[in-house]
């Protein structure tokens, strides 16, 4: 029998909250880390998104889908949709994260051409 999606949604942002904490602790050390403390910053961002849609009604399913996947532009795309609330400057954040993202190289390095 599936769990409830607002079970689920609650552990997206528990979770969300444990990697922005870790990003705000790595944050202490100033030029220290930087790929770890990206990587944290991000994965926060996205995950505290995705819990604000798995609230609204999106499935599992769906926030895995290729189309949303690591998009964190298409997946607050998806958030104005649904009626999260506009703050300043946080679609050009998004925009930039996934863009510095693109080659997932908070996690890998990819300025190489092997």
Do not use: W
Not at 55 to 70: F, N, P, T, Y
Not at 82 to 91: M, Q, T, V, Y
């Amino acid at each position: 029998m599936p769990e409830p999606l607002g079970l689920y949604a609650g552990q997206l942002f528990a979770r969300g909250e444990e990697y922005l904490e870790a990003f705000r602790r790595l944050s202490e050390h100033d030029g220290q880390m930087m790929h770890a403390k990206y990587f944290m910053m991000a994965h926060a961002f996205e995950v505290l998104l995705k819990s604000f849609l798995a609230a609204r009604g999106v499935s599992k399913k769906e926030l895995q889908h290729r189309q949303l996947g690591h998009n964190i532009e298409n997946i607050y795309g998806k958030c104005l949709a649904l009626g999260i609330p506009s703050i300043a400057n946080i679609e050009v954040f998004a925009r930039e994260i996934t863009e510095k993202n693109r080659d997932f190289d908070f996690r890998y390095p990819s300025n190489y051409n092997l």
